[in-house]
């Protein structure tokens, strides 16, 4: 089986809906509370610049590691504590960072694996998921594209079609069979990388929308960690979607 299968390519912290569930849910739960603190855009800021450096740390850890066992465990105890984050939001302060150290030593194995293959490569992604990341930022705040709620579903329902493609192929992998285009070098499936970045970029949006939903619904403080932990995911899965689409382009 490929281990591309195990690359996480969604983020389940996107739906406007869940958002407006958990608001209510939590509100109900918390505003009872004396000791409340609600959070800010700037709390989810710092939770995520720290959860950054831990996800670094721990890549260098897993690439000079390079063991492909601790990179398939990482992989899969890093989407068991996304979902569990998801339905307990509450120890998202504990659950984060222990994502960040998963995926971390995840995206290490990965790195080493894609640096074996391509020279220079490396370099190259980090500079592009950099680069992409900031762009999304700059036409965030200048106001350029606006979230709408139009908008959050467009790219909802892509990020699940490609998850669910990946799935199909994660699946298909265990008989031996490749998804067509999906892994090929040639205009089609270096398109469908293309379409991949590209909506892994726009779902930075959405994660810099959930940082002032969270602020302006008074969400309590823990929630800075929670949407800290959902901009990781989606910089982690641009990251390895840049590493594919550069991949197929140094291919000869």
Not at 33 to 51: P, V
Not at 169 to 179: A, Y
Request: include cysteine; aromatic fraction near 14%.
């Amino acid at each position: 089986m490929s281990k591309r299968g195990f690359l996480n390519s969604s983020n389940p912290f996107l739906s406007e809906n869940a958002i407006e569930k958990k608001s209510s849910q939590i509100l109900d739960n918390d505003l009872s509370d004396d000791l409340f603190i609600g959070m800010t855009a700037q709390g989810a800021t710092n939770k995520s610049i720290i959860l950054g450096l831990i996800l670094v740390l721990f890549s260098f850890i897993g690439y000079s590691m390079g063991n492909t066992t601790i990179l398939i465990a990482c992989a899969f105890l890093g989407l068991g504590t996304a979902i569990f984050a998801m339905v307990k939001p509450r120890y998202s302060p504990i659950l984060a960072p222990l994502y960040a150290i998963f995926e971390g030593l995840f995206v290490g194995g990965v790195t080493l694996n894609y640096s074996m293959m391509f020279e220079g490569i490396v370099g190259n992604a980090i500079i592009l998921t950099m680069a992409l990341f900031f762009a999304m930022l700059f036409l965030y705040k200048a106001k350029i594209i606006t979230v709408t709620q139009k908008f959050r579903s467009v790219i909802i329902m892509a990020t699940m079609g490609i998850a669910v493609l990946y799935l199909f192929t994660f699946v298909l992998g265990f008989f031996n069979i490749n998804m067509p285009f999906i892994h090929e070098t040639g205009l089609m499936g270096i398109g469908i990388s293309v379409v991949f970045v590209a909506v892994a970029s726009l779902n930075l949006l959405l994660d810099f929308d959930n940082f002032d939903k969270g602020e302006q619904r008074n969400l309590p403080s823990y929630m800075e960690w929670f949407f800290a932990m959902g901009l990781i995911i989606t910089i982690v899965w641009l990251y390895i979607e840049v590493l594919r689409l550069l991949s197929k382009l140094n291919r000869d």
